[in-house]
């Protein structure tokens, strides 16, 4: 039942599709969840893709087509007109998913395929949902729920519930709204079990109920469900009206996507890419950075050529350059790492900036004595400069000390001119670290070698 | 309703504990939810907030109990009998959440508590989730669940679910299993509600239904219920008995706490810190790789060592070396993290290991062209050594294909290894792409000095 892709399995689809071996694919097609049929479809070749796709019935057609990937739905799309797409797929859609689904076409195909949707209330619900910016809860939410008036009898809401059972996935919830259609609460599923029929739903429905307005931040969104626990919550207009409902599983999407954006930042990618993207994509999303960085190094070349004079006379000095810089890029990355966490888990706030830069200061301290004492026994041992080997410790400490406060502090201060933190934890500080660290060991060097 | 704390708002509680403010408290109390109430205690000074948590009703405060920092709930419960946090607080706990909770005191305690349960059905549940490992589906289950057997009918499932709906906080659905408690299918919720009630269960029953082992790893559990979009999964044993379920938001946890590592991973952090952690930890999970970084800068300065004739006849060379280690490590960063989002993500599997480099070589190519033509004209223009020109652009082309490849290729051979490839993403890359740029470019340095 937990299935696996390997290339042998997709050779033998290959085949399969091949032969047009009728028996095999439908076989494999029944016995598979529209999320695998998605992830081979994915793997296949574009012509392989489209044939096994043909293949497949309505329904589960269109919960295919939602679980793949976008380019192979750009694709396979392409290769269906809109009548098609409006009557077989997207008519088996929610309304979420269809409104995703569109807005993906060109722009004169969406039309065609809206004009087709034979249920004209799908129609402008699906319209409605793509006003919504896809970032905000309006763009998250889907417009398939059970409302009821706080006016009727339970036995009223489980007579709505059956009406609306058969096309809404999942049904978690009864909302309870007044005559204006504003949100007023709740009733669990289980509550609908558990209470009388004759009750009025005004005396036993829950009025404890976290909502959220169309126009949220889908991280925002996600803050809020993880927070409290929620496995879906109603979705209100400026109005308070109900307009739709979030499902936790659109939001785990959201983690997901606020994670890797984190991870690309700090790693000094500026757009979101794949692997599977076009090489001028990849080459665009990576080169912002390659280019500060070589700002930074055309920089620290500089420092260094103020103490050209001392690198002819002791050219020792610069055997640990690399070294320095290095260590406070490392010193600086970590820090960084830990406040930017900090401040996605909201753990941070607590006690104020000086207090947490304190407590890195006493970290980089102990870490840059621990380097620095090493690496002095290491260079009493092997080299046979005083003032070198002295320059070097004194040198990284002061840099692995200087990085940890610095790694603390860029963070915070972006977060709180609203820049996201995680620009701080890669190359941005990994160039200035070196910059300054750079300095720092040759102002000490001059100094050592002036006293030796 | 959606509600932030402030300094000012705390400073507010404090002096309403100080002076024994119980109508400001317990409005307080009363209007948010369990998740604010933690949210204010986590942040308030331990004395005020064990007090705050003595105000707190049962109910409230063995939710507000699940919801708290891990070390804030450790004092809180040191402040506790065992008596008391067994029939006050363990009571009204979810099985998973109470093992959790237990599973955090000293051994000592923890028996003491569990012969305090009075509820044996609960004592030996807790008793049994405490066996698994936590990071596995055993130890995210929780055992409260409706099942009933495929003989039965609906009128007997809606029964099972009347009787067990108060004590289980979220229903779903009616798990289906046959007299030896295998699992067989599901029965959603709402085909409770739409089916007859003279149904027999066998009948009406979803048998395409994913569950997952208790053994399974926590993140393979986390990679299903995604995949599937499952918002509630059933776990069984070895047997296929049914043992438990897994509901979406603990799984939310895991998908933060896995992306939480991979960043720390790439950071150069070797164990899940905070920043309120205390020093010595922060310290210690730090320490480790400036160590490595430490070891690759004295291999990085024995490789300019070789070259210390020719540092001190052009001691123009030093400038730029900074320069060359530092774009290694950046372009070596930006491709492996693409690489290691792309196995996390499973986007990467389709293709071979030599497409993959063939593409990366090729970004390398461009944006180490771009790198190189721009730095070239800097120092035509600034610098007066043809040679220094063309060996920084010559090796800065190669460094940056050279770490790119790199950069892409260890984490793969890592990921076949069953090593976790953000491992890659770091440190490590940088230090080595450091001392193999260095060789690099004073190879190309000796050359081109040699030739002009």
């Given at each position: 039942?937990?299935?696996?892709?390997?290339?042998?399995?997709?050779?033998?689809?290959?085949?399969?599709?091949?032969?047009?071996?009728?028996?095999?694919?439908?076989?494999?097609?029944?016995?598979?969840?529209?999320?695998?049929?998605?992830?081979?479809?994915?793997?296949?070749?574009?012509?392989?893709?489209?044939?096994?796709?043909?293949?497949?019935?309505?329904?589960?057609?269109?919960?295919?087509?939602?679980?793949?990937?976008?380019?192979?739905?750009?694709?396979?799309?392409?290769?269906?007109?809109?009548?098609?797409?409006?009557?077989?797929?997207?008519?088996?859609?929610?309304?979420?998913?269809?409104?995703?689904?569109?807005?993906?076409?060109?722009?004169?195909?969406?039309?065609?395929?809206?004009?087709?949707?034979?249920?004209?209330?799908?129609?402008?619900?699906?319209?409605?949902?793509?006003?919504?910016?896809?970032n905000t809860a309006?763009?998250l939410?889907?417009?398939?729920?059970?409302?009821?008036?706080?006016?009727?009898?339970?036995?009223?809401?489980?007579?709505?519930?059956?009406?609306?059972?058969?096309?809404?996935?999942?049904?978690?919830?009864?909302?309870?709204?007044?005559?204006?259609?504003?949100?007023?609460?709740?009733?669990?599923?289980?509550?609908?079990?558990?209470?009388?029929?004759?009750?009025?739903?005004?005396?036993?429905?829950?009025?404890?109920?976290?909502?959220v307005r169309?126009s949220m931040p889908a991280e925002e969104v996600a803050g809020i469900m993880e927070k409290?626990?929620?496995?879906?919550v109603?979705?209100?207009?400026?109005?308070?009206?109900?307009?739709?409902?979030i499902?936790?599983?659109?939001v785990?999407?959201v983690?997901?996507?606020e994670?890797?954006?984190?991870?690309?930042?700090?790693?000094?990618?500026?757009?979101?890419?794949?692997?599977?993207?076009?090489?001028?994509?990849?080459?665009?999303?990576?080169?912002?950075?390659?280019?500060?960085?070589?700002?930074?190094?055309?920089?620290?070349?500089?420092?260094?050529?103020?103490?050209?004079?001392?690198?002819?006379?002791?050219?020792?000095?610069?055997?640990?350059?690399?070294?320095?810089?290095?260590?406070?890029?490392?010193?600086?990355?970590?820090?960084?790492?830990?406040?930017?966490?900090?401040?996605?888990?909201k753990?941070?706030?607590?006690?104020?900036?000086?207090?947490?830069?304190?407590?890195?200061?006493?970290?980089?301290?102990?870490?840059?004595?621990?380097?620095?004492?090493?690496?002095?026994?290491?260079?009493?041992?092997?080299?046979?400069?005083?003032?070198?080997?002295?320059?070097?410790?004194?040198?990284?400490?002061?840099?692995?000390?200087?990085?940890?406060?610095?790694?603390?502090?860029?963070?915070?201060?972006?977060?709180?001119?609203?820049?996201?933190?995680?620009?701080?934890?890669?190359?941005?500080?990994?160039?200035?670290?070196?910059?300054?660290?750079?300095?720092?060991?040759?102002?000490?060097?001059?100094?050592?070698?002036?006293?030796?």
């Amino acid at each position: 039942m937990q299935f696996e892709i390997n290339t042998e399995f997709l050779e033998q689809v290959h085949d399969a599709i091949q032969r047009n071996d009728i028996r095999f694919l439908s076989e494999l097609t029944h016995d598979l969840f529209p999320a695998d049929i998605a992830e081979i479809l994915n793997r296949l070749e574009l012509d392989d893709a489209k044939k096994l796709y043909n293949f497949l019935e309505e329904e589960v057609a269109s919960e295919v087509l939602v679980e793949l990937d976008e380019d192979v739905r750009e694709k396979i799309l392409e290769s269906l007109s809109s009548k098609e797409i409006a009557e077989k797929l997207i008519d088996n859609l929610q309304s979420d998913e269809a409104a995703d689904v569109i807005a993906e076409l060109p722009d004169e195909k969406q039309d065609e395929v809206l004009s087709h949707i034979e249920d004209e209330e799908q129609a402008s619900d699906i319209v409605d949902l793509m006003n919504y910016d896809k970032n905000t809860a309006g763009g998250l939410m889907q417009k398939e729920l059970v409302a009821v008036n706080a006016n009727k009898t339970m036995l009223e809401c489980v007579r709505e519930l059956r009406k609306h059972a058969d096309h809404i996935e999942d049904v978690y919830a009864v909302y309870v709204v007044d005559d204006d259609e504003k949100l007023l609460g709740v009733i669990p599923i289980k509550m609908v079990l558990t209470t009388s029929l004759r009750s009025r739903i005004s005396d036993v429905y829950d009025k404890d109920i976290i909502s959220v307005r169309t126009s949220m931040p889908a991280e925002e969104v996600a803050g809020i469900m993880e927070k409290y626990d929620l496995i879906y919550v109603p979705v209100v207009d400026g109005l308070g009206k109900l307009v739709g409902r979030i499902t936790i599983d659109d939001v785990v999407d959201v983690i997901k996507e606020e994670a890797e954006k984190d991870i690309q930042m700090m790693s000094g990618i500026t757009e979101d890419v794949e692997h599977s993207d076009k090489i001028w994509m990849l080459s665009r999303s990576r080169i912002p950075w390659l280019l500060v960085g070589l700002v930074g190094g055309i920089f620290g070349s500089q420092v260094i050529e103020e103490y050209e004079g001392q690198i002819r006379i002791h050219p020792e000095m610069a055997f640990f350059m690399p070294l320095i810089a290095a260590m406070g890029g490392n010193a600086g990355v970590q820090s960084s790492a830990i406040v930017v966490q900090g401040i996605a888990n909201k753990t941070l706030m607590a006690e104020g900036i000086l207090r947490k830069l304190g407590k890195e200061f006493t970290v980089g301290l102990l870490n840059g004595m621990i380097c620095a004492v090493l690496i002095l026994g290491y260079n009493l041992f092997f080299s046979d400069s005083m003032a070198l080997s002295i320059t070097v410790s004194v040198a990284l400490l002061s840099v692995i000390v200087f990085a940890t406060l610095f790694g603390t502090f860029v963070p915070l201060a972006l977060n709180r001119y609203r820049i996201d933190p995680a620009l701080a934890t890669g190359p941005f500080i990994t160039t200035t670290n070196d910059i300054l660290g750079l300095f720092v060991y040759f102002l000490i060097g001059r100094l050592m070698y002036g006293f030796y």
